[in-house]
Structure formats: structure tokens, C-alpha cells
């Protein structure tokens, strides 16, 4: 599986929109980039993911660059629940394993 | 998505006893189960995958006979530490993962909190 780069913290001032870059130079062609973010304490929670188009949930919004090199996860309006290490993660499609890098820890403040 | 409950959420237990974690998957086949350990201040690291009816297959450096994984069913999956030490205290979590479409995300359960004194 591709590696992953993501900046170690973050902060974001609540009602902002959170914008959280992650690189995969390495990315294949059959490759999804996923993320989840992890409350502290808690298990992993699953956000988004998509292949080269953007996505978009009720959650957050998913951009993809063109060449799929990057992609960035916005969270519109960050709230103070919004605050956790948020995960990249690229997967191969026949591959089910999920490997975890360090993520990027979110903070967002009053 | 998929609901998945670990049991128990935390657990204290003497130093050479042996511990056992349950993963289920309540509403959801989950042919395959993932096992991760989680050191504080740290990101998740696999340990394992299992399954359902197979050996697991486990990570270099995880020690199959210390960390014995059963997945006798589509929606149970156990995590038993054997003669746990303290060195063996960590959060474990895992994960399911079903038929069909393998692009689709895995679930996560809320983790079990181990210490071993």
C-alpha cells in the first residue's frame, strides 16, 4: 500500500472549516484514500473515502487532486467533538488490510 | 455502517493470567476480522487478520502463540492474550470487514483497555 504523509497537528477555531492535507505520491491506480479520525479513548470511526472523484457525506468533504497525488478532508463547519487524530490511509481495492501512519491531530478551539 | 461491539471495555488482571477479547459484528457477515494494539501517544499497528473458519494470519514480530485469535463465526471473533504481562497492556481494537465489494471501508469496535499489574 501507498504511504502516507500528514502534518502531525492542526488547530481550527470553531465554525471554521477544517481543511486536512494528506499526500500520497505513491498511489496506484486501484487505490482508495480513506480516512477516519479517533476520539481519544475510542475505536476508530470511519469518515470518508473515494478513488479520484471528490466525495461528499454528511460528514465531511473529500477533494482529490487530478493526479491523485494529494487530497485534502474538510470538515465545513468544525465543531469542539471535531477534536481527534484524524488517519489517511490509501488501500489497495483487493486488499483489505488498513495500515495506520500518525495522522494529524485536530484541535479545535473555542 | 457495521456495529461492532468488543467486550470488555477494560480489563485489570495479575501478571500470567490470560485474558480474552470478544469482537462481535451485530448487524453484519463479517468474513474478516482485523486485530490492532494501540501504545499510548501512538498510531494503531495490525496485529493480525483472521478468517472466518481459517487461521489467522498475524504481522512480523506478533507472536501467534501469545496473542491466540479464534474466528469460529460470521460475527464472533476472540483476542486471547496468554499469560499476559505488563509489557502486554495497550488498548486492542478491532475491525470487520465483509463480502462483496472490497473498496468498502472497515468498522471499527470502541476498543479494550488491557493493564496487566
Known amino acids: 500500500d501507498a504511504k502516507t504523509t500528514q502534518p502531525p497537528s492542526m488547530d481550527c477555531a470553531e465554525g471554521r472549516a477544517a481543511n486536512l492535507p494528506c499526500n500520497h505520491s505513491t498511489i496506484s491506480g486501484n487505490e482508495y484514500v480513506y480516512w477516519y479520525r479517533q476520539i481519544h479513548s475510542q475505536g476508530p470511526q470511519y469518515i470518508i473515502h473515494g478513488l479520484k472523484n471528490n466525495e461528499t457525506n454528511e460528514m465531511a468533504s473529500l477533494i482529490i487532486t487530478e493526479d491523485r497525488k494529494s487530497s485534502t478532508l474538510i470538515l465545513p463547519h468544525a465543531t469542539l467533538r471535531d477534536t481527534a487524530v484524524y488517519y489517511c490511509?490509501?488501500?489497495?481495492?483487493?486488499?483489505?488490510?488498513?495500515?495506520f501512519g500518525a495522522g494529524t491531530r485536530l484541535t479545535v478551539k473555542p | 455502517g457495521a456495529v461492532v461491539s468488543q467486550h470488555p471495555s477494560w480489563v485489570i488482571c495479575k501478571s500470567g493470567t490470560s485474558v480474552k477479547i470478544e469482537c462481535r459484528s451485530l448487524?453484519?457477515?463479517?468474513?474478516?476480522m482485523f486485530w490492532y494494539r494501540q501504545f499510548p501517544k501512538q498510531s494503531l499497528m495490525l496485529m493480525a487478520t483472521?478468517?472466518?473458519?481459517?487461521?489467522?494470519?498475524?504481522e512480523q514480530g506478533v507472536e501467534k502463540d501469545k496473542f491466540l485469535i479464534n474466528h469460529a463465526s460470521l460475527t464472533l471473533s476472540t483476542l486471547t492474550v496468554t499469560s499476559a504481562h505488563p509489557e502486554d497492556s495497550s488498548f486492542y481494537i478491532c475491525?470487520?470487514?465483509?463480502?462483496?465489494?472490497?473498496?468498502?471501508?472497515?468498522?471499527f469496535g470502541d476498543g479494550t483497555r488491557l493493564s496487566i499489574l
Open positions: 483472521s478468517n472466518e473458519g481459517s487461521k489467522a494470519t498475524y
Open positions: 448487524d453484519f457477515q463479517a468474513t474478516t
Open positions: 475491525s470487520v470487514a465483509g463480502r462483496g465489494a472490497s473498496n468498502q471501508p472497515q468498522h
Open positions: 490511509i490509501v488501500r489497495l481495492y483487493n486488499n483489505n488490510d488498513m495500515r
